[in-house]
Every structure is written in C-alpha cells, then in structure tokens.
C-alpha cells in the first residue's frame, strides 16, 4: 500500500504542478488587471507590468520557489501531520474546506449503499431462481434499459417530468431541504429532506443498482447447480432451507468482498448529479478545484480517495478470508 500510495500522489503531484495556468499565474493576472492592463498585453509578455520582486514573493507564498521533488517531499511531511495546507481559493484549510463538503456527499453514500444492497440481493436471488422465465427476462431488459441511461441525461428526464411544472410537481427540483426547513419539527425536517433526496438518489444508484443485482444473479446461478445443492434436495431439505441457508452464503462470496468498498461513501461524489440539483458537494468541489488551479485542495481529494480505495481493498482481502475459509493468503 504504500509504494502505490506514493507512487499515486507523486504522478498526480508531478502533473498537476506542471499544468500551466497555476495559482501564481492566476494572481499575476488579477493584478495586471488591476492595474489596467488587457488582454491583449497579457498575451504578449507574461509578467508585463509586474515587478520580478512581486512574481518572486508570489512564488514563495505558494511555494512554487522550490523544485517539483522538494515541494512533493514536504507535502509528504505535511501530511504525515494531517496538515492539508490552506485552499487558494478559499483561504481556509484545506481539511475545512473538504469536511464542509462531506456532509452532502456522505449522505447519499451511505443511504445508497444501504438500499442498494438491502433491494440488489434478493433481487439477484429471485432472478437466479426464475431465471429464463418472464420475469427474469423483464426484469434483465428492464435493468440493462436503466444502466444504458448516462445520469445526465436521466437528471434533466426526472426533474422535467417529475419536478418541473411541465408535467409534475412531485418533487423540488433540487437543493437538499425547503425554505423553511429550521421551521419543521424532528419528523418534518427528516421528511423534507427525503424528499429532497429521492430522484438525485435515483441518479446516484442507478448504475451500481444494476451491476450488484446482475452479480447477485450470476453467482446464485453458479451456486445452484453445484452438486452439493442437488444432494441437499435429494436429502429432502425445504427449498428455502436449501436457497438461503446453503446456496446463498457461497453465493454471496463475490458481493461480500465488493463491501470493503463501503469506505468509498465517505467520498462519493457526482459532478452531473450535484450540478444538476445544485448539491454542493465532493463532486462540485473537485471539478471546482481543478478548474481554479487549487492545488492543495486537488492533492488533499487524492490523498483521501487513494487511500480509502487502498484500504477498502485491504478490508476486502480480508472479508474474503472470512466468508471462505478455502482462501488463504498465507
């Protein structure tokens, strides 16, 4: 993990410095503005009409005075401290900056999480049982249809139709909770707020929606026809007994793992589905980032997502060894 941990933020480091158009430049640009200057003489001369002295302590306040491989070896030390540095582009830490975020984001991790895998598996299940029958053809049409769909394009389709007043008013068009949501009571704000959340959610599950149901399925497939599901009928056990108690756990191994994935929420973001609902959050915030040459916001993003993918990995691993005694990594 940590050869690839350094290996990740050494590329991404290296690539972002050299981009052009960083946060020196950008302030350069402010003050030549500021002075009167235009385009066309920006165009010209890249420090026309600001002093060196001012470009040299620009670049000492942003650390660009030093090599790329010195300033990625104290962002190395700066981190081992959780210090994140300070946001350009807001001027706060950058750990504030991200943690203003999280709330946003890690709720529609966590709910879609929790209903995706509470709705995919005994879907999978009933879909393995009946599989060949109408229903399982339906349901298979139907949900390769939904994972086809980009979630722009699904986005605008909800609001139009069930937001905007063309044709329905189910639901607010976006934004997290109403107007007058200090106003309501316990129940009221929780009802507000699910309110709110039900066709981004929509976006935000559709894909994986489909591909965990479709494994489900594969892999009770695999498992019922193995010899050890046809003794367990010729015994005489209940059908349920011999589906849920002795098919599904095997079944399951393959979806089991994919939950060392779950530390991904703390970091689930969509950059379609938060500007089509207007949902400040991770997503937005990363997109925003780059665009603005925020460097120490970017990197502390590539911090956190390379790290929980790398742990949910590892946890992965050892879910694996847990659900199957067979796997030994020893």
């Known amino acids: 993990m940590i050869p690839t941990f350094i290996g990740i933020t050494l590329m991404c480091f290296v690539i972002i410095n050299l981009a052009p158009g960083g946060p020196v430049e950008q302030k350069l640009q402010q003050i030549r503005f500021g002075s009167g200057g235009d385009s066309a003489a920006d165009s010209g001369s890249k420090t026309s009409g600001v002093n060196e002295e001012v470009i040299e302590a620009l670049k000492a306040q942003y650390g660009f005075d030093k090599p790329v491989a010195e300033r990625y070896w104290i962002w190395l030390k700066n ?23 999280f709330p946003v984001s890690l709720q529609f991790g966590i709910v879609s999480l ?20 109408a229903f399982d053809r339906i349901s298979g049409l139907l949900l390769y249809f939904a994972y086809s769909i980009p979630p722009l394009v699904l986005g605008i389709f909800l609001i139009v139709v069930f937001a905007g007043s063309s044709y329905l008013s189910w639901f607010p068009i976006g934004g997290l909770y109403s107007d007058n949501y200090a106003d309501l009571s316990f129940i009221g704000k929780f009802a507000d707020r699910a309110h709110h959340f039900v066709l981004p959610l929509i976006c935000y599950m559709i894909g994986g929606f489909t591909e965990l149901t479709l494994l489900t399925r594969n892999s009770m497939l695999d498992i019922i026809k193995s010899d050890y599901i046809r003794t367990a009928r010729a015994k005489g056990l209940h059908e349920r007994a011999v589906v849920f108690k002795h098919a599904l756990r ?25 500007t089509i609902f207007n949902l400040d959050g991770i997503g937005l ?32 691993d050892l879910i694996y060894v847990l659900v199957d005694p067979r796997i030994n990594f020893k």
Do not use: H
């Open 250 to 274: 095997n079944a399951l191994i393959p979806v089991a793992t994919g939950l060392g994935g779950f530390l991904g929420v703390f970091l689930t973001g969509s950059l379609i589905v938060e």
């Open 79 to 101: 981190i081992s401290r959780l210090d994140f540095g300070e946001s350009f582009t807001y001027g706060e830490p950058v750990i504030e900056v991200i943690s203003s975020k």
């Open 285 to 316: 915030l990363s997109y925003s980032s780059i665009l603005s040459r925020d460097y120490n916001v970017v990197m502390g993003m590539i911090f956190l997502s390379s790290s929980a993918l790398m742990l949910g990995n590892l946890i992965s």
């Open 114 to 133: 929790i209903l995706t895998y509470l709705v995919c598996i005994p879907l999978g299940v009933k879909k393995a049982l009946t599989a060949g029958q």
